[in-house]
């Protein structure tokens, strides 16, 4: 299981993603994302896990997010892309 930060803006996006990404191969037929520690985010952990998903298709495997806050469901609903994470 990878893990989100307590932080996810854009300041910490692209440390953040190159270490999720790095985790793909690691993970089982499904790389899971353990979203609980978010507390201060903003639309770049959205883009954090969009690019993950596509890293993840790349190599077969699909995307689940455990635990993630309401208000980044919200956030991911009034830019139109909670049907690309659905797990939110």
Not at 70 to 76: M, Q, V
């Amino acid at each position: 299981m990878l893990s989100l930060p307590v932080e996810l803006t854009h300041d910490q996006a692209k440390d953040c993603l190159a270490k999720l990404v790095a985790g793909v191969d690691s993970e089982g037929a499904s790389v899971v994302i353990d979203a609980k520690a978010l507390e201060r985010f903003d639309s770049s952990a959205l883009a954090v896990l969009l690019e993950l998903r596509r890293a993840s298709m790349r190599v077969g495997k699909s995307l689940v997010i455990q635990g993630s806050p309401k208000h980044l469901t919200d956030l991911a609903t009034l830019y139109g892309i909670e049907g690309l994470l659905p797990q939110l």
